[in-house]
């Protein structure tokens, strides 16, 4: 009779985890499945090599694509990059290597309210910052705005990767007689070194599937344009634009891009779990 | 290489100095025939040396003794005693402890390490450490382990950097062994092979005093056997402090040896003095086995 209620018991429990796990993975199948119907006929190879141009050239069936906003997306996301990893990295160091640092607290504080922010308002912040003063959108605007979004996680990243490295690593440098600094740069960094970037990846596979924060600081345009200092166009904010828009081809080709973003995001992350299982087996 | 006889010539004829236990003053005594010739002074002292933990945890307290020049100190005591506490406040490790509080003078040659504007970069480059688990770089090659503590402060000569890789190798037993492998890993090395790649480590920048917290205690037998030779080898040259949980080990290899318990410094003497005819109820009772 008890063994019988366990057993029940026992298959109660799974079959519960089993929905859990489900309803986690079905969305993004969904997710998948529906992105791949709709844009995969939109994915020609004028898509990865033509502008977009004005509505006209769609409708009028000439040869259209979102060449210009890939583009713009790598620039964008690589110039926000540029700045975010540095600092995010920096923070990160100072948080675990300098636990006395009485500022540890206050960055900590801003790092976890950033993190939490809606990223809609980096874009505000980013346009306070650069584009008003300047008098343009640009996609130094947007890079910053995306900067914004990225510092905080690479900043709690490194951090708890910096503090999975053996303490003693650092007691070994210092009894050598090295300064801190140098124990920090030619010992922990490269020990941490494929969790960092990780982290770094994480970071970047996230804010390149922002839009919100690019709407009013890089703006976005139907043509390429190499020049950071104006306006250009990023993938995410394209896909909202085209999916607003009232054009049926845009809207397919809207599909197609969401298609191209998902498989970004996705190698980013597949590339970032790659890198800390190298990171586990090695210092496990 | 040197004999164990080195250990054995330790005077044992002193009369023990009874400092009074019921007084709490630990009985140390200094040698007063058969003064080794260039051990006459100490290298090493601390005065009234205390550590404190955040909380107020007291790690040691008012440890006072010396540790002559090219001798071998042993540390003992059962787990939690403060030998190891004591042996880092000996090179400034607990300066990056959060809360722990050091306070009494530790003298080298007479100069206090503790004192304003001492640096501690330069006293722990005169006061190495080797640790209880092997320790190599994990990201570093053999040879780049070997002359870390110098390259990474700026030392680009290759000639000099070579010629202390291998100086210090040979220190340490490990030339033979790896000579013809500088360049791979030190994490490829085996347990006892990666210890004295510590050792030649801590070696290559020339510290004065070598400090060892348990340095065998993960090694197996042969290993452990090794590293022991390797340090009545090289007490010619640098001074040694260990911290040891084997007491065989203490009465095989050091001149001097020091009891602690419950973070006192309760004896110190000549080695074969404090095995054969301690002075103390405690030592006694702990080097028997009867605790501890």
Same mark, same amino acid.
């Given at each position: 009779m008890t063994l019988r209620f366990r057993h029940i018991r026992d298959y109660a429990v799974r079959a519960v985890l089993v929905l859990c796990t489900v309803c986690l993975v079905a969305p993004l199948l969904v997710i998948i499945g529906y992105v791949l119907v709709n844009g995969i006929s939109a994915l020609t190879p004028a898509f990865f090599t033509e502008e977009l141009g004005s509505p006209a050239r769609a409708m009028q069936g000439r040869p259209t694509g979102l060449f210009h906003s890939i583009v713009g997306t790598v620039v964008i996301d690589l110039l926000a990059l540029s700045f975010a990893a540095p600092v995010g990295m920096g923070a990160g160091i100072m948080l675990s290597e300098y636990s006395e640092n009485p500022l540890n607290g206050p960055i900590r504080i801003l790092t976890g309210t950033l993190n939490g922010m809606p990223a809609i308002l980096m874009g505000l912040l980013a346009f306070s910052l650069v584009v008003r003063p300047t008098g343009r959108f640009s996609a130094v605007a947007g890079s910053v705005a995306l900067a914004f979004v990225m510092v905080p996680i690479i900043a709690r990243s490194v951090e708890s990767v910096l503090r999975t490295t053996p303490w003693s690593l650092r007691e070994v440098g210092l009894a050598l007689g090295l300064p801190r600094w140098r124990v920090i740069v030619s010992t922990v960094l490269p020990a941490a070194r494929s969790g960092i970037l990780t982290g770094v990846l994480i970071a970047f596979a996230r804010a390149a599937g922002e839009a919100a924060p690019l709407l009013f600081t890089s703006f976005g345009q139907n043509y390429l344009n190499l020049d950071i200092r104006r306006p250009m166009d990023t993938l995410p904010q394209r896909l909202y634009s085209l999916a607003i828009s009232p054009y049926q081809e845009w809207h397919a080709m809207g599909w197609a891009a969401a298609i191209v973003l998902l498989l970004f995001v996705m190698a980013c992350f597949l590339a970032a779990r790659a890198l800390s299982r190298a990171h586990g087996g090695r210092d496990a | 290489m040197m004999s164990l006889a080195a250990v054995q @010539?330790? !005077?044992?004829?002193n009369v023990a100095v009874r400092g009074g236990a019921s007084s709490g003053q630990p009985v140390v005594q200094e040698q007063t025939a058969g003064t080794p010739a260039h051990g006459a002074h100490p290298r090493l002292e601390t005065r009234a040396l205390s550590v404190r933990y955040g909380?107020?945890?007291?790690?040691?307290?008012?440890i006072t003794m010396p540790v002559h020049a090219n001798r071998v100190t042993a540390l003992i005591g !059962? @787990?939690?005693?403060g030998k190891t506490t004591y042996l880092r406040a000996l090179n400034r490790m607990h300066d990056l402890t959060p809360g722990a509080h050091v306070s009494g003078q530790v003298l080298l040659d007479g100069e206090d390490i503790y004192g304003p504007g001492v640096d501690p970069i330069v006293v722990r480059r005169r006061i190495g450490m080797v640790f209880q688990k092997p320790s190599p770089f994990p990201t570093m090659s053999i040879y780049d382990n070997v002359v870390a503590g110098l390259k990474l402060v700026g030392v680009r000569k290759r000639s000099v950097l070579d010629g202390v890789a291998e100086r210090s190798l040979r220190q340490a037993g490990l030339w033979d062994e790896v000579k013809d492998r500088l360049k791979t890993g030190g994490r490829d090395l085996s347990g006892g092979q990666q210890q004295r790649l510590s050792i030649a480590r801590a070696l290559a920048v020339e510290p004065d005093v070598l400090l060892m917290d348990e340095p065998t205690s993960s090694l197996d037998p042969k290993s452990t056997g090794h590293i022991e030779e390797l340090m009545v080898e090289l007490k010619k040259e640098v001074t040694l402090v260990i911290v040891t949980h084997n007491m065989q080990q203490a009465a095989r290899l050091s001149d001097y040896t020091a009891f602690f318990y419950l973070g006192a410094l309760i004896e110190l003497g000549p080695t074969s003095r404090i095995f054969e005819a301690p002075a103390e109820e405690r030592t006694a009772e702990y080097i028997s086995g009867r605790f501890g």
């Open positions: - | @010539s330790v !005077p044992t004829n909380g107020g945890a007291v790690g040691v307290a008012d !059962p @787990s939690g005693c």
